[in-house]
């Protein structure tokens, strides 16, 4: 969509087509001879992925429906029956759960992807926020989802998380209650959540639409942060980044299918397989492993309402990214400093991760305070500053240029 | 600003300290999981890409839970008829049923309204032991005894540490069965100092605390085989704990068979992807 349209109808049909809506020109022009920078590496092939594991979770969420009931008296035995009686329904679920943390794998890798070539910078502001929204549907979607196989951590995660609100000074409690549909999570809690996990994800879809368009407009960044400068910066999507983003997503498939077939509990929890009872609290309860770096962070601060504000203010602070980063250079490459925060950045995630799997008790505390006090020094001081002191390599003319030398050198 | 500037210069170092500091804090932690519920790994032959149930196991397990587990824990998921099918135990169908003929259910309302008894069919569930939660719970000072449908699935023991990150790898998935079998046969002399209140039994495995309400199940030769394998706990302990893992999740080998199919064709399909790329892209520098 950066330059005019090269598509030519070849016949009568297409023609006639074209005239009246040109929706075919639309796909030529997005996904044939769209100019995708020739020197993308295998860390581009995660939006393919993402699209890919978007179109799973809607199929096998759509079958999984037609079996599934929400109301809390039967909700968990319909998955079981899922599990059990369903033809293929094992299938189904199972993908359905371990895609959604597959989903979340491909999207961490794409956003730190982002992160590290400066993605965000102008002129992507606009597409990077978007995907910070479509980041944070996905994490409503997720956590509705699992709620709905009602087991104990769907009830007491529930709980938890929707018990967040009433740290919401004046009116948290009444907020609460709206949310709940009642005085506690119950019937009306499934049900809504229900009704909005089946509706987010279209959601998702209107602003991955979005997203799509806003990168078909600024064109995609590339290893190096330089700018396509000519035609030879290029090559046509089809047969180049299609074939190579083929090839991207069936090895993620092969990723997912290892754990689909040989450990498809490994990233659920064993407690979930336990039906919700209210009055039994699990000894630990813990979100699913995506959300536990933000659980960490939400745990660390010692303040209820700190501790929510912290925990937003942590995907926040995403949105800002493209201001506080001062830094002219996109890649992490001409960036030495840059490059070495961003893998402590990484290891600051991981670590935050592990801390919230584990209680809120003695070390664990004191490590989560440090590393989420990190988390934000890194946002917020780090990159304003280091944009200003830090000197770049320098950039390369141009990708080609860019290319050719690496060339040269191997 | 100078201020702020050598800041960022020491920021690298801060990084690393707050990492350290981090793992420092938290290693006292993880010395006191060692005291927790003792759990031995176990060979299972539905462990891995190819495993498979034993048949045999499975019908011995069946015999364990219903001779001994069944009388205090129900199992509401579970169908005779599941007992006949492929990748199951392994009973013909003639077997489920006359299994199923050895209960008797409560059905109706007939044309008249009333509730009738009528001898068991395949597509009825296990009896369950009591009428009610609350039944059982009477019947065991206040103690309810979990149904095990989903026993083998709902329990696991951390085993500490990292070892989380090594089980992708070696595709440890049998946590629930392991726990299963160190459960009933950890009922050991409770170590010096600790003692378990009134009917209460101390376990060695046991991960909702130090003592558990079940006495223990398992004794030499409560169950007698038909196969002539020998009546140990052992034994019973780990049939039972297959068994369990069966119920849990019946379409295991259905899950291991597909995934096998699966992933033969999507490796040879990558392999075609990636010499179809090289081909495409061998005339432009990348």
């Known amino acids: ?410 | 600003m100078t201020m702020i500037l050598s800041v960022t210069k020491i920021g690298r170092a801060m990084g690393a300290a707050a990492l350290v500091a981090g793992l420092a804090f938290a290693a006292p932690a993880f010395a006191s999981e060692a005291g927790g519920p003792v759990v031995e790994t176990q060979s299972w032959s539905f462990a891995g890409p190819f495993g498979r149930f034993d048949k045999a196991q499975l019908q011995r397990g069946y015999k364990v839970y219903k001779e001994v587990c069944s009388t205090c824990h129900s199992m509401n998921l579970v169908s005779f008829r599941n007992l006949a099918d492929a990748g199951g135990p392994g009973f013909t169908m003639d077997q489920a049923k006359a299994l199923a003929a050895t209960i008797k259910v409560k059905d109706g309302p007939n044309d008249a309204g009333e509730m009738f008894e009528r001898d068991g069919r395949p597509s009825d569930r296990f009896a369950a032991p009591f009428p009610n939660d609350e039944a059982a719970r009477a019947s065991f000072g206040g103690a309810l005894p979990p149904d095990l449908s989903l026993i083998a699935k709902a329990r696991a023991v951390h085993r500490g540490g990292a070892s989380f990150l090594g089980d992708p790898f070696t595709l440890y998935a049998e946590a629930g069965p392991d726990y299963v079998y160190n459960l009933l046969t950890g009922y050991v002399e409770a170590p010096h100092g600790v003692t378990c209140d009134g009917a209460l039994q101390y376990n060695q495995s046991f991960i909702g605390g130090t003592c558990i309400a079940m006495p223990p199940p398992l004794t030499d030769d409560i169950v007698t085989y038909d196969d002539g394998t020998k009546g140990t706990v052992q034994n019973y302990a780990r049939d039972v704990a297959a068994f369990l893992m069966w119920t849990a999740e019946p379409k295991l080998e259905a899950r291991k068979s597909t995934g096998l199919k699966v992933m033969m064709f999507l490796i040879v399909f990558a392999g075609l992807l990636y010499l179809t790329k090289r081909k495409v892209w061998s005339s432009v520098a990348h």
């Open chain 1, 1 to 410: 969509m950066s330059g005019h349209s090269t598509y030519t109808p070849s016949n009568g049909f297409t023609r006639w087509i074209d005239s009246r809506l040109p929706i075919i020109r639309l796909g030529y022009d997005s996904f044939v001879a769209y100019p995708t920078p020739r020197n993308l590496n295998y860390w581009w092939a995660f939006g393919a992925i993402l699209s890919m594991m978007l179109a799973v979770q809607l199929i096998t969420g759509i079958v999984l429906v037609m079996h599934y009931t929400p109301n809390t008296l039967m909700a968990f035995n319909s998955v079981e029956h899922i599990m059990r009686d369903v033809n293929w329904g094992w299938l189904m679920r199972y993908m359905h759960a371990n895609g959604a943390s597959m989903f979340f794998i491909a999207v961490y890798v794409h956003i730190l992807r982002g992160l590290y070539y400066g993605s965000y910078k102008a002129p992507r502001e606009i597409l990077w926020i978007l995907g910070v929204v479509i980041f944070l549907l996905m994490m409503a979607t997720a956590f509705m989802g699992y709620v709905l196989p009602w087991g104990q951590m769907s009830f007491w995660g529930a709980t938890v998380i929707t018990n967040l609100f009433s740290a919401i000074p004046l009116v948290g409690d009444p907020i609460v209650t709206w949310l709940w549909g009642g005085f506690s999570v119950d019937n009306p809690t499934l049900n809504r959540f229900f009704s909005l996990h089946y509706l987010l994800p279209f959601v998702i879809v209107g602003v991955v639409v979005l997203h799509v368009w806003a990168l078909h407009v600024v064109g995609q960044n590339n290893p190096t942060g330089v700018e396509l400068k000519s035609e030879q910066d290029s090559v046509a999507f089809t047969p180049y980044a299609t074939v190579k983003d083929a090839f991207g997503m069936v090895v993620f498939l092969i990723f997912f299918s290892w754990f689909l077939f040989y450990s498809p509990n490994y990233m659920g929890h064993p407690d979930n397989y336990i039906p919700a009872n209210p009055m039994v609290t699990p000894a630990h309860i813990v979100p699913e492993w995506y959300f536990l770096p933000f659980y960490a962070i939400l745990r660390s601060i010692p303040d209820k309402l700190g501790g929510v504000l912290a925990m937003f203010g942590a995907i926040a602070v995403l949105f800002v990214l493209p201001w506080l980063d001062t830094s002219k250079v996109k890649s992490a490459t001409y960036r030495p400093l840059y490059k070495q925060f961003f893998w402590v950045l990484v290891i600051c995630g991981l670590g935050l991760g592990y801390l919230g799997s584990q209680p809120a008790e003695g070390g664990y505390v004191v490590a989560s305070r440090i590393l989420t006090a990190w988390y934000f020094f890194h946002f917020l001081v780090i990159l304003p500053v280091l944009g200003l002191v830090e000197k770049p390599r320098p950039l390369p003319e141009s990708v080609t240029a860019a290319v050719l030398a690496k060339n040269a050198a191997h």
